[in-house]
């Protein structure tokens, strides 16, 4: 893998879209991964992205890491963790891209961090409508499936901003678009399993009407 010291700006906007995605999916996956790679020297982290190698965040976020990954396997409880977490990946993924990217600029920090929060923002609705999507049907196997893949997306995009951001960047865009039209159609269908779940408990009371007095 290429190091940032020699990447041009292409690359740096792509790996500041790239961390914000991600965090919407995997915060502490992302900052793990990312402050390990600057630690083994994969990566030449730039100044404001240099304290993810530390060794004390490296510990908290790999501890988190841990148990984000379970945690996102078990069926109920991935909705409450992406409850939680949803105060927490937006501003982060905003923090993380502008790390990125705004180091020598005020205007280019507050773009990279407009676009991280934007970017994780849309992931964070994907993942959350889809994990409640997923949980109204009470077999495990596809949380795990939908987990898995998410570990996966977190380390592909990384991995694909820094080597090959036209790449990403193409990539990305069509994500983008399928993440809203998927956020789209699955809260109309939540919102339709809440209508019949609500009509099943309200059938089920008996109404009583008062008996008229002679």
């Known amino acids: 893998m290429p190091t940032l010291s020699t990447l041009d700006?292409?690359?740096?906007?792509?790996?500041?879209?790239?961390?914000?995605?991600?965090?919407?999916?995997?915060?502490?996956?992302?900052?793990?991964?990312?402050?390990?790679?600057?630690?083994?020297g994969w990566i030449t982290l730039p100044t404001g992205l240099s304290v993810l190698q530390h060794p004390a965040m490296l510990m908290a976020s790999g501890a988190m890491l841990l148990v984000e990954f379970f945690a996102d396997k078990i069926p109920g409880l991935d909705s409450l963790w992406d409850l939680v977490h949803s105060v927490i990946r937006i501003p982060a993924g905003a923090l993380l891209a502008a790390g990125a990217l705004g180091a020598d600029s005020a205007t280019m920090t507050a773009v990279a961090a407009l676009l991280g929060g934007t970017l994780a923002a849309t992931s964070q609705a994907a993942k959350t409508t889809t994990r409640a999507a997923i949980n109204t049907s009470p077999e495990p196997f596809s949380n795990v499936l939908a987990s898995l893949i998410e570990d996966g997306l977190v380390v592909g995009a990384v991995w694909l901003a820094s080597t090959h951001p036209v790449v990403f960047g193409v990539l990305l865009a069509i994500m983008v678009v399928l993440m809203w039209v998927v956020v789209r159609l699955l809260f109309k269908f939540l919102c339709a399993v809440f209508r019949r779940v609500a009509v099943f408990f309200a059938s089920g009371k008996t109404v009583e009407t008062p008996r008229e007095l002679n």
């Open 9 to 40: 700006t292409s690359h740096l906007l792509a790996l500041a879209a790239a961390l914000g995605w991600a965090s919407g999916f995997r915060l502490y996956a992302v900052v793990f991964l990312v402050g390990l790679s600057g630690t083994l």
